[in-house]
């Protein structure tokens, strides 16, 4: 199965959403989070690194989860945010990525 290569807003995205991890961690260990969720540390680094920019929904929650962040402040924190070129605009709704499929902030992925 050939994937679509991701636009730069879910690109942008997956950095915001590595950085906003990266941050609620506040020094805790990458292993003793990546365990609480249920991850690989490399999972978690992929992700906050932003190599991983599209991570399942229920990785996503459960990272939140053992941060103690909510879903909602998540999604409002990294979806909202234009992308690095469009300063002072504002941020457009996301684009769906196929006939009918309604946008996600986190598409969900194998």
Known sequence: MVRTPLTPEERARG????????????????????????????????????????????????????????????????ACEPVSGAAGSAPGPLAPRGPGTPPAPFPLTA
């Open 15 to 78: 950095e915001r959403l590595g950085r906003l991890l990266r941050e609620a961690r506040d020094g805790r260990s990458m292993v003793v989070i990546a365990a609480s969720a249920g991850i690989s540390p490399e999972t978690l680094r992929k992700i906050e690194t932003g190599r991983a920019p599209t991570p399942a929904f229920f990785t996503v929650a459960a990272l939140a989860g053992a941060l103690g962040l909510s879903m909602d402040d998540l999604l409002a924190r990294c």
